[in-house]
T-cell receptor
Framework: ELKVEQNPLFLSMQEGKNYTIYCNYS?????LYWYRQDPGKSLESLFV?????AVKQEGRLMASLDTKARLSTLHITAAVHDLSATYFC????????????FGKGTKLTVNP | NAGVMQNPRHLVRRRGQEARLRCSPM?????VYWYRQLPEEGLKFMVY????????ESGMPKERFSAEFPKEGPSILRIQQVVRGDSAAYFC???????????FGAGSRLTVL
């Protein structure tokens, strides 16, 4: 059974600092997703990572994938308050996107 | 493009009542997925449907839960005889094809008193 673990689960950081969220998964998978969720809202797709060594960047967020280590990272550069949210990684369990297995999420708070 | 539309956004039921949650996929999307999110948890897969067919219901509880996606109209997730443990946010997502990125709706938050 595929398991997805994120750490840390809670992250409080100051504006301007850098930090990394980690996502480990237990079995081979074709694709890995990062989502953002604001309180009471839906999930917003941030990145889809499809191959070993994939790196994608959008603004202050950069995601990477190491399929051999079964590890993805979400790196935050020079955090700003607007990045405060919960970030989820999700792994495709079956080679199609219908059965994503989500981590528990990392609740990020960026303080002024 | 209105996105994935879910209603109701909030639903309160007493134990033993029925809950019906509706989901209209994005225009042009024929694949619908339901996920459940318990407080402080990630989303858990429940069921995957295409028009008039249940493709994968391996995440659905065996009793009281059912889902459909009729030829006309929205997909419906039905929970009979609700219990307090059913209190959660239920998210619907859709995609154009099986391997596409999912687009999530805003969720339906069920509270069972």
């Amino acid at each position: 059974e595929l398991k997805v673990e994120q750490n840390p689960l809670f992250l409080s950081m100051q504006e301007g600092k850098n930090y990394t969220i980690y996502c480990n998964y237990s079995t081979t998978s074709d694709r890995l997703y990062w989502y953002r969720q604001d309180p009471g809202k839906s999930l917003e797709s941030l990145f889809v990572l499809l191959s070993n060594g994939a790196v994608k960047q959008e603004g202050r967020l950069m995601a990477s994938l190491d399929t051999k280590a079964r590890l993805s990272t979400l790196h935050i550069t020079a955090a700003v308050h607007d990045l405060s949210a919960t970030y989820f990684c999700a792994v495709d369990a079956q080679g199609g996107s219908e059965k994503l297995v989500f981590g528990k999420g990392t609740k990020l708070t960026v303080n002024p | 493009n209105a996105g994935v539309m879910q209603n109701p956004r909030h639903l309160v039921r007493r134990r033993g009542q029925e809950a019906r949650l509706r989901c209209s996929p994005m225009k042009g999307h024929s694949h619908v997925y339901w996920y459940r999110q318990l407080p402080e948890e990630g989303l858990k897969f429940m069921v995957y449907l295409q028009k008039e067919n249940i493709i994968d219901e391996s995440g659905m509880p065996k009793e009281r839960f059912s889902a459909e996606f009729p030829k006309e109209g929205p997909s419906i997730l039905r929970i009979q005889q609700v219990v307090r443990g059913d209190s959660a946010a239920y998210f619907c997502a859709s995609s154009r094809d099986r391997a596409n990125v999912l687009t999530f709706g805003a969720g339906s938050r069920l509270t069972v008193l």
